[in-house]
Each structure stands twice: as C-alpha cells, then as structure tokens.
C-alpha cells in the first residue's frame, strides 16, 4: 500500500485538532478520512465504510490532500447568484416606487413591472423573473382575484333558487 500521507505526529496531532473544530458532517468526514489513514494506515474500503463513502471518493480525498495539504479541508459554498441581472440592494430600490403604490391602497400589477424591468435591462425576461423577485423582496399576493373569471352570476343566483335543502 503506497503512503500518500505522512503518519508523523505533528500531522496526526494537526488533524486531530481539526477534527475537534469541525464545523459541518461534511468537514468532519473530510478529516476524518486522512486521519484514519494517517494513524490506522486504513485502506480505502475500510475508511469508506467507516465515513460512508465509496472507495473511490477515499481515494480521491487521499490524493487532493497530498496536492493540496491544509487548503483541501476549506469547503467552499455553492449556490448564491451567479446570474443575477441586478443587485439586491437595486432590486429593492427598482421595487420601492411600486410598493410604495401599493401600500397606499393601489395594486401592483406584474406585467408593468415587468416592462419596467425590461426597460431597465433592455431586454425581455420571464414572467417568473419578476415573479421571484417580488418574493425575494418579501411580496406575497400581488393581486386577489375575488371571483373566477368564468363565473356566470345568473347561473349562479338559478343554482341558489332550485338548490335542494334536506334538514
């Protein structure tokens, strides 16, 4: 079995350290995996079904920290918006003059707030862009819809008039 990583007590008492300081599963199994192979000299198998693994992800684990030592064990974090047209801080200022509106008993209506969007952009986006926005920014209901827009008031009063009541 060929040593990637050095078994020497500084490393294991660093990685000991570490492991008390781990803030997430995902850091912890980290560490966990190059310290069981620096003090047990455990092989991949074996530390993948102690960390719950595959071998091969071991194996990758074993290889990342010997290239990159200490670095390896700082996890960055995915997601965020990496495609974002505007700020949240110009999402917001872009968004007070109709809320301001709608706060003073108007409605907000998405299809002008899209074109004003698009103005600002200078092209089209996605109902839902808008939509996601007004979320983001703490709109629930932009507009009640008190009644279905088939509803037919004169089929409606008959029903009323011929409805059975059993009591």
């Known amino acids: ?10 490393t294991i008492n660093a990685l000991a350290e570490r492991l008390k300081k781990a803030e997430g599963k ?3 199994q980290r560490i966990q995996c190059i310290l069981l192979r620096a003090t047990l000299g455990a ?12 071998s091969g992800t071991v194996r990758v684990m074993h290889s990342r920290y010997t290239k990159e030592g200490d670095v390896f064990f700082d996890i960055t974090h995915r997601g965020g918006r990496h495609r974002q047209n505007m700020s949240e801080a110009q999402e917001a200022a872009f968004l007070a003059p109709f809320f301001d509106r709608a706060m003073a008993g108007g409605i907000l ?17 996605a109902e839902s862009t808008v ?11 932009i507009a009640p819809r008190p009644r279905h827009p088939k509803a037919d ?10 409805q059975r009541r059993d009591r």
Do not use: C
Not at 153 to 162: H, L, N, S, V, W
């Open 1 to 10: 079995m060929k040593t990637l990583i050095s078994p020497d007590r500084d």
């Open 26 to 28: 995902p850091e912890f």
């Open 109 to 125: 209506v998405a299809s002008e707030i899209k074109h004003a969007y698009e103005a600002i952009l200078g092209r089209e986006v």
């Open 43 to 54: 092989s991949a198998e074996n530390i993948a079904q102690v960390v719950g693994w595959t």
């Open 131 to 141: 939509y996601r926005m007004l979320a983001r920014n703490g709109w629930r209901k």
């Open 153 to 162: 008031p004169a089929a409606q009063a008959a029903f009323k008039k011929t």
